[in-house]
């Protein structure tokens, strides 16, 4: 402490915007101005614009998850808010599995590690698959989640003499994204344009070494019949995992218990 400073009496300070009192901040003297007090910084306000900022990021996040295709029902959706029986030991593994594959993203998309979700509705497989396309996109990854019906739909729509969408463009974000979880796989028709845009699409990824997740209702031999033995025998390679969720809805589980 100068003695200038020792001598002067500090003033007293208000914050200009919330006009609160703030701290006084001696100031020593430089080339152009002299020694004095000036005011220090408002806690307050500075609290408050880290408060904001907090909620911008929150915002700016939900933009992107919905971007992302998640559903508004799903924003939030954790890993850490996923309930688990513990008489269902598959649950924890499932959870785990999932959690891993966020975590380790990195080497899994090397190895173009896919993973399929099946079970009955209600079990929680779209529940996890947003999780961790949040995780993802949280970490600046690219990430999509679609419905089979969304993906065909936006594909053919592109057919249409009045779009302004190409359907080399469409397939290329679908093919080129980093992840792609594609849920409700078995409520498409079937048609044979169907089964061609999908598996030019999976084949595409596969080619590329890019993981993407299936979620369904039916079980692997349904789905190994809709989906062809040629785009299930690529499904199997680079660690890729099927996992099963057979438990009770969870939805049917609330609502038995009101």
Known sequence: MTISQTLSKPEEFNCVACKRQVSSVWREASEFLKACWVPGECLHCAEEIRKRKIEEEKMKLAGAFQAAGIAKRFLDKTFGNYEIDLMHQAQSKNVAILRNFAEQFES??????????????????????????????????????????????????CYAKDSKSRESSVIKQIETVELLVIDEVGMQFQSEAESVIIFDIMNARYEAVKPTVLISNLNFMEIEKILGSRLIDRFYEGESKILIFDWESWRKKQRSSV
């Open 108 to 157: 899994c998309s090397k190895k173009g590690m896919c993973l399929m979700l099946l079970g009955g509705v209600g079990s929680g497989k779209t529940h996890l698959a947003s999780a961790l396309v949040k995780y993802l996109i949280e970490r600046k990854r690219t990430a999509m989640m679609i419905t089979i019906l969304r993906l065909l739909r936006s594909v053919k729509e």
